[in-house]
């Protein structure tokens, strides 16, 4: 069983960075894709970023392309999203996902993620 723990999230001024990481346990992390998702208050969950079990295909939402880079270190079972240029908009909680299917394809649909880490919050003051 997979277990998620996302770190990294606090208070930044907009035109800043963060780094969130996404720690997790289980010796198969790195055949899971991995998600990024994000939840602002009152809104819907939306996706962000994920990234791919091999060769560390990334896809991004388009409100993120260009500011936010996501990594994965299979050897620390840990993945990182870059965060530069917040902008006020980027406050939320945001949440790591995974696929546990071994060698499954990334995916954009919140749906598709079967566990799910606490979440970590991130705001951006302008």
């Known amino acids: 069983q997979v277990q998620l723990v996302e770190s990294g999230g606090g208070l930044v001024q907009a035109g800043g960075s963060l780094r969130l990481s996404c720690a997790a346990s289980?010796?198969?992390?790195?055949?899971?894709?991995m998600g990024w998702f994000r939840q602002a208050l009152g809104k819907e969950r939306e996706f962000v970023a994920a990234?791919?079990?091999?060769?560390?295909?990334?896809g991004y939402a388009d409100s993120v392309k260009g500011r936010f880079t996501l990594s994965r270190d299979n050897a620390k079972n840990t993945v990182y999203l870059q965060m530069n240029s917040l902008k006020p908009e980027d406050t939320a909680i945001y949440y790591c996902?995974?696929?546990?299917?071994?060698?499954?394809?990334?995916?954009?649909?919140?749906?598709?993620?079967?566990?799910w880490g606490q979440g970590t919050r991130v705001t951006v003051s302008s």
């Open positions: 990234i791919g079990w091999s060769f560390g295909s990334t």
């Open positions: 289980g010796r198969t992390f790195s055949r899971f894709p």
């Open positions: 996902a995974t696929i546990t299917t071994e060698f499954a394809e990334w995916s954009t649909r919140i749906y598709d993620y079967d566990t």
